[in-house]
T-cell receptor, first 114, second 115 residues
């Protein structure tokens, strides 16, 4: 158990809908990262927050947004969902915003868009 | 641009065999960090090891060992005396000093250890 929690574990929804994925980092970790794992794109970095501030952006679609709250939990919002958004979404956390810090991953949220 | 290549898509071995998973990376940075993660059938990503670009010393942890060679831009992972529980997808990842905190992952190698 990495100490990173994600809810829900599974999510099934329809095209055009909006969903929110939630992540709680390990106790004491200030950085939260979101990754998407899909069959065609592999594991891709989406976005990072550090202590409430957006720190880095990757291949995140404009339909997706995220935020990190004062208690350090984070939410990833996915809107106008398309079939291609079906994927496993991981949240990871690390203690600092340094390159050498390993990231610890949560169990993931499997999103299925029908 | 950074890139990680895991050329072996799938590997199948019999229990107790040794197996090496290859990882080749590309980066222009002189400071970078390499990682290996394991994704068992349950789906979570488990951190295995981190190595920085200044430390080419090989590392051994139980049945696991890692060979880092800057000259060939490789960071290979060997499992000695494989066990069925080692069956998983293994990912190599790169993090560059100048690219912030993002991890760039390889495509992964599916390892199946048969009894």
């Amino acid at each position: 158990d990495s100490g990173v929690t994600q809810t829900p574990k599974h999510l099934i929804t329809a095209t055009g809908q909006r969903v929110t994925l939630r992540c709680s980092p390990r106790s004491g970790d200030l950085s939260v990262y979101w990754y998407q794992q899909s069959l065609d794109q592999g594991l891709q970095f989406l976005i990072q927050y550090y202590n409430g501030e957006e720190r880095a952006k990757g291949n995140i679609l404009e339909r997706f947004s995220a935020q990190q709250f004062p208690d350090l939990h984070s939410e990833l919002n996915l809107s106008s969902l398309e079939l291609g958004d079906s994927a496993l979404y991981f949240c990871a956390s690390s203690s600092r915003d340094f390159s050498y810090n390993e990231q610890f991953f949560g169990p993931g949220t499997r999103l299925t868009v029908l | 641009a950074q890139k990680v290549t895991q050329a072996q898509t799938e590997i199948s071995v019999v229990e107790k065999e040794d197996v090496t998973l290859d990882c080749v990376y590309e980066t222009r940075d002189t400071t970078y960090y390499l990682f290996w993660y394991k994704q068992p059938p349950s789906g979570e990503l488990v951190f295995l090891i981190r190595r920085n670009s200044f430390d080419e010393q090989n590392e051994i942890s139980g049945r696991y060992s890692w060979n880092f060679q800057k000259s060939t831009s490789s960071f290979n992972f060997t499992i000695t005396a494989s066990q069925v529980v080692d069956s998983a997808v293994y990912f190599c990842a790169l993090r560059e000093e100048t690219s912030g905190s993002r991890l760039t992952f390889g495509e992964g190698t599916q390892l199946t250890v048969n009894p």
